[in-house]
């Protein structure tokens, strides 16, 4: 009984201890806090808080052990020093030295504007070389080569003679490659032509024939996309949801940027949600400026002020980001005659190039998209993406060949550079290739 009796009072003293000492711990703080107005930062404050509630939770130290943890609380932020004090008045005070490691924090607007300056200043983008360029478009291509290129290489193999059965089945191949039925027929014809003329009875000689023919299919309406003919030079996009418009139009402002020129974006997608905030987010990656409304905007009404920016801004190219329809609505095609006719007032034969962006994986009703958005809205070319998610990448051959409009970009990849301009010559190339 004696025993507890006297543990029981160590408690209490031990307790009391600790008591005693918060209390003179947190009487410094506050003598500090008065005697150094405007010193004390809310972090240190914080610090000292969290010291005390640690205190507190040692209650089974020894006094001693209390009364060294008390001491080690950090101080308050000193007045001058003695030396300061006595620095004559009128000379300015010596600068105080700033450790790397110290530097005040920046905000988050100043890292944003730093970022945005560091991108602008990027260097200007170096062609890549034809090497690296063809694996890249070959990678791309994946899927399209792997059922394409390995039938046909099956079918022309060697010294195989051209007679009915090949030409049968190398319309299957192409057909099932979503060249499409008229351009096959196109291809057949032509190529048959060229055996009679050239005197082409085998396989190989074929082949080679086909590749020539198909590029001269994508050759048949190219006209270059200039940039710098306008200044600035508009381009409207179009197409329906979930092609990848507003991601084709950041790629692109990238590249653009990269190539030296001043971009603006216009978001004219006023009625998907979070249409302007994703473009927001690409124009600050891209480097771009950008001009939105509120939800539910006129469209027009964004497109007008955006080319206003541009010219204000001596901005090179406009890129207006139109919402997405289907090509069937009637009075959503009328809105985008209303853009135009908006536009053209602004800048003399705006918009210069209506680009319409495809989705390669819905093959043949992709080109039924462009056929009737030709008709509606004057598609001048045509963006054709996630070639590297299908195998029906023979469809931009129909593009070409039965509707005359140019293929200006690819996209191969989900990566920023992943966009590249279009090349005949390189797309027949990369896709025959064998290696």
């Given at each position: 009984m004696n025993d507890l009796l006297a543990y029981a009072s160590l408690v209490i003293v031990v307790q009391c201890v600790v008591m005693v000492l918060l209390g003179f711990s947190l009487s410094r703080c506050r003598d500090a806090l008065r005697s150094a107005p405007g010193k004390e930062t809310p972090r240190t404050f914080a610090e000292k808080f969290r010291a005390v509630l640690a205190l507190l939770k040692r209650k089974q130290r020894t006094p001693e052990q209390v009364r060294k943890d008390s001491e080690a609380l950090p101080a308050a932020p000193a007045e001058k020093t003695e030396a300061a004090a006595e620095t004559p008045a009128g000379e300015p005070e010596p600068p105080e030295p700033v450790s790397e490691s110290a530097e005040a924090p920046e905000t988050a607007a100043e890292v944003a504007e730093t970022a945005a300056v560091e991108e602008k200043t990027e260097s200007v983008m170096e062609p890549e070389s034809a090497p690296v360029l063809l694996e890249r478009v070959k990678t791309g291509l994946a899927k399209t080569r792997g059922l394409f290129v390995k039938r046909l290489d099956d079918l022309l193999r060697g010294s195989r003679k051209v007679d009915e059965d090949l030409w049968e089945e190398l319309e299957e191949i192409l057909i099932s490659a979503d060249v499409g039925m008229k351009t096959t027929m196109d291809l057949r014809k032509v190529l048959e032509e060229r055996c009679r003329k050239e005197g082409i009875g085998q396989g190989d000689a074929l082949r080679a024939a086909l590749m020539e023919e198909m590029e001269n299919c994508l050759r048949r309406d190219e006209r270059p996309l200039d940039f710098d003919g306008a200044s600035p030079f508009v381009l409207m996009v179009v197409g329906v949801n979930g092609v990848g418009k507003t991601t084709t139009i950041g790629?692109?402002?990238?590249?653009?940027?990269?190539?030296?020129?001043?971009?603006?974006?216009?978001?004219?997608?006023?009625?998907?949600?979070?249409?302007?905030?994703?473009?927001t987010v690409w124009a600050q990656r891209a480097g771009a400026d950008i001009v939105s409304h509120t939800p539910g905007a006129d469209p027009a009404g964004v497109a007008f002020d955006a080319v206003r920016a541009a010219v204000a801004r001596g901005a090179s190219v406009v890129i207006l980001d139109t919402a997405g329809r289907l090509h069937t609505k009637s009075n959503l095609m009328e809105e985008v005659r209303k853009i135009r006719r908006v536009v053209s007032r602004e800048v003399p034969g705006a918009p210069h190039e209506t680009l319409l962006v495809l989705d390669a994986t819905l093959g043949q009703n992709s080109l039924v998209q462009a056929r009737q958005f030709h008709e509606a809205v004057e598609v001048s070319g045509v963006a054709l993406t996630k070639l590297d998610g299908t195998s029906r990448g023979g469809m931009i051959v129909a593009v070409g060949s039965e509707l005359g409009i140019p293929v200006r970009y690819i996209g191969t990849g989900e990566g920023v550079d992943d966009l590249r301009p279009f090349d005949p010559h390189l797309f027949v190339t990369a896709l025959f290739d064998k290696t």
């Open positions: 790629k692109l402002a990238h590249r653009l940027t990269r190539e030296g020129k001043k971009v603006v974006l216009g978001a004219c997608d006023t009625f998907r949600a979070a249409a302007a905030e994703q473009l």
